[in-house]
């Protein structure tokens, strides 16, 4: 258990719905970090954010958008979904925002788009 | 622009033979920072190492060993004497500053190796 946790495990929705993931970095950890993996695109970094700020920005598409809260829980929002949004979630977490930090995963939040 | 090329789609080997796992990488930063990961079949991501682009010694821990080349733009990964357990599908990745500078980084996972380990 790498004490980040991800909600839900599993999500089933339908295409052109929105979609909020919760993850909960380690105690202590103030960077978090959300990847996608699919079939498709492999895995893929999202976006990072240290201690409420935005710090990096990947492929995330602009249907996406994430959060840091003051309580250093994230969010990731996926709205008018797509088939090809199908994927696992990955959310992580450090406590310095730099790549000198290892990242814990969550277990992931599978995503179906039907 | 940023790489990552992990040749071997699926390796599979017998118990106890050594396996090595290759990532050649490309980058314009001289500071940037390479990682393995290991997922297995429970599916969730796990950290193995990190290495800098200052630090071209090569590490060793336990049955795994790393062997990092900055002339060949390479980060390989060997399993000494492979058990069942390393069955699982390894990610190389490269991290390297957000431009602008934001104090992030931006990271670019290999299409990743999956090794399968046969008793």
């Known amino acids: 258990d790498s004490g980040v946790t991800q909600t839900p495990k599993h999500l089933i929705t339908a295409t052109g719905q929105r979609v909020t993931l919760r993850c909960s970095p380690r105690?202590?950890?103030?960077?978090v970090y959300w990847y996608q993996q699919s079939l498709d695109q492999g895995l893929q970094f999202l976006i990072q954010?240290?201690?409420?700020?935005?710090?990096a920005k990947g492929n995330i598409l602009e249907r996406f958008s994430a959060q840091q809260f003051p309580d250093l829980h994230s969010e990731l929002n996926l709205s008018s979904l797509e088939l090809g949004d199908s994927a696992l979630y990955f959310c992580?977490?450090?406590?310095?925002?730099?790549?000198?930090?290892?990242?814990?995963f969550g277990p992931g939040t599978r995503l179906t788009v039907l | 622009a940023q790489k990552v090329t992990q040749v071997q789609t699926e390796i599979s080997v017998v118990e106890k033979e050594d396996v090595t796992l290759d990532c050649v990488y490309e980058?314009?930063?001289?500071?940037?920072?390479l990682f393995w990961y290991k997922q297995p079949p429970s599916g969730e991501l796990v950290f193995l190492i990190r290495?800098?682009?200052?630090?071209?010694q090569n590490e060793i821990s336990g049955r795994y060993s790393w062997n990092f080349q900055k002339s060949t733009s390479s980060f390989n990964f060997t399993i000494t004497a492979s058990q069942v357990v390393d069955s699982a599908v390894y990610f190389c990745a490269l991290s390297e500053s957000q431009a602008p500078n934001t104090g992030g980084f931006k990271t670019i996972f290999g299409a990743g190796t999956r090794l399968f380990v046969k008793a």
């Open positions: 992580a977490s450090s406590v310095l925002p730099d790549s000198e930090d290892e990242q814990f």
């Open positions: 105690s202590g950890d103030l960077s």
């Open positions: 954010y240290y201690n409420g700020e935005e710090r």
């Open positions: 290495r800098n682009s200052f630090d071209e």
């Open positions: 980058t314009r930063d001289t500071t940037y920072y």
